[in-house]
């Protein structure tokens, strides 16, 4: 029997990690701590809530005294921190509380790593790290070895909590790893983000926003093979490593939005171009041979396969979209494209 600590788990990937591990590994003790943000929902936690290898604290993990005193209790085996300000958009709004949570929250939690001991601290980081590549070499992508290079504040402060976790096991020997995934989608991703924004929004025959002039590339990854390349990756992965996580669905982001049209029914008509996102990364590509040959992982689903469930979860989950459209979401939405 071991026993994780899952932060950010009412958040999308958390979320959906927690579904899975929880009915997979029975035997093993789950405990999920989140601060329940704007993007934490509770209501993500209801089918596993009453298992009874499952826990949830409501705390933030930047709260060192109440962190400490869960380590304490709990006596944690391995630690694999989801939580994090996931939203580039709103960290060119408001760069602090990233460099809060995703820098100084995953120092408190390496902290009470060290203080109580741990088998494994696993980072969830992402390729955004690496910043982008150019639009005409599509023979180039990122592997472990690419240099940080960010874009926004988001990945600065993403980039900044790898860097401190490097550091962590170089100088005080605390057990490591890092996944940096590419972009994920699936159930229980806040509309807030492209593929659940436009399904939303194409749904309700609204205008749909795409940046620029659409071409940017993003390397889509069902969120289920995200999670499975995790789990993977803290109970077989080396010490101190990097692993890369993606499948190698590359699309512009007007593909991605006139399949999800195509899927709905909905005319093309609907999309409309805005001003750009500043900074606006231009192309993300992930090289996952090092995770596909060191632990075999392989992903279940391609884009092409995963998008049509991915959609139809949005159609059959209409409630679970309605409760987060709360005051804070309507004002960020507000305010985002107010001069786009
Ligand atoms: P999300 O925004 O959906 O969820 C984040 C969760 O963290 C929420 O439940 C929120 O309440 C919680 N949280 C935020 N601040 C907290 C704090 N101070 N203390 C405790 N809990 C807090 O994010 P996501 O998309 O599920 O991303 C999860 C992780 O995966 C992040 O670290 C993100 O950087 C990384 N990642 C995301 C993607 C993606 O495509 N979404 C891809 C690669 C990596
Ligand atoms: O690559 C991993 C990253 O993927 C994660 O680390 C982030 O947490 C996650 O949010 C995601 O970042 P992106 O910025 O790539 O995702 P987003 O869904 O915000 O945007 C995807 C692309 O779509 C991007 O090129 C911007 C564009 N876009 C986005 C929105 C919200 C639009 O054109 N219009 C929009 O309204």
Same mark, same amino acid.
């Given at each position: 029997?071991?026993?994780?600590l899952i932060t950010g788990g009412a958040g999308?990937?958390g979320g959906?990690?927690?579904?899975?591990?929880?009915?997979?590994?029975?035997?093993?003790?789950?405990v999920c701590i989140d601060a329940l943000t704007y993007a934490g929902n509770i209501e993500t936690l209801?089918?596993?809530m009453?298992?009874?290898?499952f826990k949830f604290i409501h705390e933030n993990i930047c709260n060192?005294?109440a962190i400490?005193k869960i380590?304490?209790?709990e006596?944690?085996?391995?630690?694999?921190?989801?939580a994090?300000?996931?939203?580039?958009?709103?960290?060119?709004?408001?760069?602090?509380?990233?460099?809060?949570?995703?820098?100084?929250?995953?120092?408190?939690?390496?902290?009470?790593?060290?203080?109580?001991?741990?088998?494994?601290?696993?980072?969830?980081?992402?390729?955004?790290?690496?910043?982008?590549?150019?639009?005409?070499?599509?023979?180039?992508?990122?592997?472990?070895?690419?240099?940080?290079?960010?874009?926004?504040?988001?990945?600065?402060?993403?980039?900044?909590?790898?860097?401190?976790?490097?550091?962590?096991?170089?100088?005080?020997?605390?057990?490591?790893?890092?996944?940096?995934?590419?972009?994920?989608?699936?159930?229980?991703?806040?509309?807030?983000?492209? *593929?659940? +924004? $436009?399904?939303? @929004?194409?749904?309700?025959? /609204?205008?749909?926003? #795409?940046? %620029?002039?659409?071409?940017?590339?993003?390397?889509?990854?069902?969120?289920?093979?995200?999670?499975?390349? *995790?789990? +993977? $990756?803290?109970? @077989?992965?080396?010490?101190? /490593?990097?692993?890369? #996580?993606? %499948?190698?669905?590359?699309?512009?982001?007007?593909?991605?939005?006139?399949?999800?049209?195509?899927?709905?029914?909905?005319?093309?008509?609907?999309?409309?171009?805005?001003?750009?996102?500043?900074?606006?990364?231009?192309?993300?590509?992930?090289?996952?041979?090092?995770?596909?040959?060191?632990?075999?992982?392989?992903?279940?689903?391609?884009?092409?396969?995963?998008?049509?469930?991915?959609?139809?979860?949005?159609?059959?989950?209409?409630?679970?979209?309605?409760?987060?459209?709360?005051?804070?979401?309507?004002?960020?939405?507000?305010?985002?494209?107010?001069?786009?």
């Open positions: 029997m071991s026993k994780f999308f990937i959906n990690f927690l579904h899975i591990m929880v009915n997979n590994y029975p035997e093993d003790q789950y209801e089918p596993i009453n298992k009874n290898n060192r005294e400490f380590f304490e209790e006596h944690f085996d391995y630690v694999i921190n989801f994090a300000e996931s939203h580039v958009d709103r960290s060119i709004e408001n760069p602090g509380i990233f460099l809060n949570t995703n820098i100084l929250g995953t120092q408190t939690l390496m902290d009470a790593c060290r203080k109580y001991g741990i088998k494994r601290y696993h980072q969830v980081s992402t390729d955004e790290v690496y910043g982008d590549l150019p639009l005409d070499r599509p023979d180039l992508f990122f592997t472990e070895d690419t240099p940080i290079n960010t874009s926004s504040p988001y990945s600065a402060s993403k980039a900044s909590a790898d860097l401190l976790v490097q550091a962590y096991h170089r100088t005080f020997g605390l057990p490591i790893t890092i996944s940096r995934c590419s972009n994920n989608y699936g159930p229980y991703h806040f509309p807030e983000k492209l *593929i659940p +924004l $436009i399904i939303k @929004k194409a749904l309700a025959n /609204e205008q749909l926003p #795409i940046y %620029g002039n659409g071409q940017n590339v993003r390397d889509w990854l069902h969120v289920y093979d995200h999670c499975t390349a *995790i789990d +993977l $990756i803290v109970r @077989k992965g080396k010490n101190g /490593e990097v692993y890369n #996580i993606g %499948g190698h669905n590359e699309k512009t982001n007007l593909e991605v939005v006139k399949t999800i049209l195509k899927e709905l029914g909905k005319p093309e008509s609907l999309i409309t171009y805005v001003k750009d996102r500043a900074g606006h990364d231009l192309r993300y590509a992930i090289d996952p041979s090092k995770l596909m040959n060191e632990l075999g992982w392989k992903p279940k689903y391609t884009f092409e396969t995963g998008i049509g469930p991915t959609i139809q979860w949005n159609l059959e989950n209409q409630k679970w979209i309605n409760n987060i459209l709360s005051g804070e979401y309507i004002r960020f939405m507000n305010d985002n494209y107010k001069n786009k």
